[in-house]
């Protein structure tokens, strides 16, 4: 049974950083896209930022030039590099894992993220 993991989420101050991690367990294929979304309060769940196992990334405008994601593919491990955090990025951060292009991913089961002074 996959199971997706995710931690690092925490309180920080406007301007600070956090990096979350996301591990992927029990799989017997190889990993294609690893993704993290967030879910604001009253906000639908949106994409942050995803990478392929060829390593293409992408992000949503808002993350753009701040956040960073990566991925260790020997670990199925995925992580999100947050600077420059603002009130705005305050929400529940999810990762999903698909397996392929189509597949509707692997869910876990969130980690906060807060940006409060």
């Known amino acids: 049974q996959v199971q997706v993991v995710e ?4 309180l920080v101050q406007p301007g600070g950083s956090l990096r979350l991690s996301c591990e992927v367990s029990g799989s017997t294929f190889s990993i294609y896209m690893m993704a993290w979304y967030r879910q604001a309060p009253g906000k639908q769940r949106e994409l ?6 060829g390593d293409i990334r992408n992000y949503a405008d808002p ?6 994601i990566s991925r260790d593919n020997a670990k199925n491990t995925a992580y999100l590099q947050m600077n420059s955090l603002n ?10 894992a698909r397996l392929y292009y189509t597949h509707p991913g692997y869910w876990g089961q969130g980690t906060q993220v807060t940006v409060s002074s």
């Open 87 to 96: 009130t705005e990025d305050t929400a529940v951060y999810y990762c999903n």
């Open 48 to 53: 942050v930022a995803s990478v392929t196992i």
């Open 7 to 10: 931690s690092g989420g925490a």
């Open 63 to 68: 993350v753009k030039g701040r956040f960073t």
